[in-house]
């Protein structure tokens, strides 16, 4: 039986209206291994691929490392910088770390990945400043570290009913806790516990894209291409994911978090993003 759908705001202008629905597709839609398969030309299912356990470990534990050095570099470095358009310098720096990795073999995870993550919170900082976010917000600066935890769709064509709205529900707490911790004593190290909460929580999420990319590296599932183009990948699978975060958080300061996310979920729905045996909430 289909969802009932929410009224369309009338407040929304006509752009911002298809600004949303931009950001409904980038959230909902956007996988990894959509991305590579397109680059490969053909379908990749990573779903029934076992990584060895040992690569399992080490993905987690670089992932978790790469987040906590890439929000106290990223960050700290774009405090009082004009807001400019550096997708394309972040697009190669990271084929350039990927390169590496691709030299290096998956001895380099430790070392390159930190690497990559930081150049990519780089540049979604710098979206989120172009979408108006002050990055001396706390609140700001940990929204910019959670679109990491936005990317770890499985390879279903639809994600659980509330999708993006959900995950945010359920990481709200934890973002304002460690925002608060912020605000009160800076960034710290791993040892504060909100932070620690949270990027725990995010590298959770996190680690399933990084998890993917170390399996396309290892083996020859998307013959020829290069570490460099894996990365390349990688970068912008985060990019997009931030265009469309950073969109919404516009809109809700506009317009009101009710309305926007009423409208998002309206859109979702209409587009048959989320699957609906599963009630959700945002």
């Known amino acids: 039986m289909p969802h009932p759908l929410p009224v369309p705001t009338t407040r929304m202008n006509k752009a911002d209206g298809a600004a949303l629905e931009a950001a409904v597709a980038a959230l909902e839609k956007t996988t990894f291994a959509k991305r590579l398969a397109h680059l490969a030309g053909r379908q990749i299912g990573f779903a029934g691929r076992i990584m060895p356990l040992k690569l399992q470990q080490a993905s987690a534990i670089a992932a978790r490392r790469a987040l906590f050095g890439a929000m106290n570099v990223a960050l700290a470095s774009l405090k009082g910088k004009p807001v400019a358009d550096a997708g394309l310098r972040h697009r190669q720096l990271a084929m350039i770390s990927g390169a590496l990795g691709g030299a290096l073999g998956l001895a380099s995870l430790p070392v390159e990945l930190p690497i990559s993550t930081t150049i990519m919170l780089r540049a979604i900082a710098d979206i989120a400043r172009a979408e108006g976010e002050d990055l001396a917000d706390p609140a700001a600066a940990m929204a910019c570290l959670e679109v990491f935890a936005l990317g770890g769709h499985g390879e279903d064509e639809k994600v659980m009913e509330g999708g993006y709205l959900a995950l945010r529900g359920l990481f709200a707490k934890s973002v304002s806790d460690a925002a608060a911790y912020v605000a009160q004593s800076g960034l710290a190290s791993e040892s504060a516990p909100a932070l ?44 997009t994911l931030a265009r469309g975060h950073f969109t919404v958080r516009r809109l809700e300061r506009a317009y009101g978090p009710h309305e926007v996310r009423a409208e998002y979920a309206r859109i979702a729905r209409a587009a048959g993003y989320w699957r609906e045996e599963t009630a959700g909430a945002a």
């Not at 290892?218 to 990019?239: C, D, K, M, R, Y």
Request: proline fraction near 2%; charged fraction near 10%.
């Open 196 to 239: 620690a909460r949270l990027i725990g929580m995010i590298s959770g999420r996190f680690g399933v894209v990084v998890s993917q990319k170390t399996a396309a590296q290892a083996a020859p599932v998307i013959g020829a291409i290069s570490g460099a183009v894996i990365n390349l990948a990688f970068t912008e699978h985060f990019q």
